[in-house]
């Protein structure tokens, strides 16, 4: 998979495959995942063209993308593309709907099209699914009806809502993967040590969503070993009186120097939210207990 950053209307990418699948996948959850088997279906020999910054993301500050940039490039992997073309949305988002049809057949040689429904394109979202079947003809512009579980859309908002609701594993069905995080480990103030849970601390290597604060079960990737751990994600009420969010890591019998390394934390269960207690003693007490919790999910 040979990746494009930064693509602009400028960009001519010359060994493009003529069949592609398109939209911002936004936690490339299985809706996406589905219209990627389209593709496939249609051509071994195909294109993921996507946006360096998520559309809705760029038009809200607020709004954190499901997955880094980096993790979006594992998974697309997976679906073996000949390219992965990002382009530049806030470029893209000023060019008008045929502006944007041209470039797709000028520019990267594009034939057919997969899309979502609901795909919009050109400035101020001018372009749609009629815009495309104008421009390429109706045989070559492939459409996919939402991804329905137990009659409910699979969508990118209802993936945030159960993560902010501590749902990980309904998350989780939805994203067909485990929902994770992914970052490098720094040095911490070495808390967890002290009271004799060692925690690798994580250091996002993008600014991505943050489930709801607490404690989960969980498994990290290190240099391509898994290993079980348990997860703490939030402020550290008992011991910091800083804002600042933290994600902690205690893997299970390991004691290998990982600073410095780049890791992947997934998150299987959520075990208990985020709590103030009254000393260190009770913390201690507690994460012994949480530590049992987990261990019993794996």
């Known amino acids: 998979m040979k990746i494009y950053n930064n693509s602009t209307p400028d960009t001519n ?14 936690g490339i959850h299985l809706a996406h995942q589905q219209l990627f088997r389209k593709t496939i279906s249609i051509s071994t020999e195909f294109d993921i063209i996507t946006f360096e910054v998520i559309p809705k993301i760029y ?6 993308p499901l997955i880094s ?10 679906f073996n593309p000949n390219n992965l073309i990002y382009l530049n949305f806030e470029n893209f988002n000023k060019i008008s709907q ?12 594009v034939k057919k ?30 459409l996919l009806d ?20 501590g749902e990980i594993e309904k998350a989780n069905v939805y994203l067909g993967r485990e929902f994770s995080l992914i970052g490098t480990v720094i040095e911490g103030k070495k808390l967890g040590r002290s009271l004799g849970f060692p925690t690798a601390n994580l250091l996002l290597d993008q600014d991505t969503f943050i489930p709801n604060f607490g ?3 969980g498994k990290i990737n290190i240099d391509n070993e898994i290993f079980n751990a348990i997860v703490n994600i939030g402020i550290n009420p008992t011991v910091d009186d800083q804002s600042t969010v933290k994600i902690e890591a205690h893997i299970f019998d390991f004691s290998s120097d990982i600073y410095d390394k780049k890791v992947e934390l997934s998150l299987n269960k959520f075990i208990r ?22 261990k019993k999910y794996f």
């Open 273 to 294: 939210n985020e709590i103030k207690f009254n000393n260190i003693d009770e913390l201690k007490i507690q994460i012994a207990e949480d530590i049992k919790t987990a």
């Open 113 to 142: 099209i997969v899309v979502g429904k609901d795909f919009k394109f050109g400035n101020n979202r001018s372009g749609d699914i009629t815009s495309l079947i104008n421009f390429f003809g109706v045989e070559n512009v492939y």
């Open 59 to 64: 038009f809200n500050d607020d709004l954190k």
């Open 13 to 26: 990418i010359e060994n493009s495959s003529g069949v592609v699948c398109i939209g911002g996948f936004d």
């Open 98 to 109: 045929e502006q944007f049809c041209n470039y797709l057949q000028n520019n990267l040689n």
């Open 69 to 78: 940039n980096k993790g979006r490039e594992i998974i697309f992997s997976t």
């Open 215 to 217: 404690v989960y079960a």
């Open 146 to 165: 939402d991804f329905l579980i137990d009659n409910e859309k699979v969508s990118s908002t209802k993936i945030r809502y159960y993560l902010s609701n």
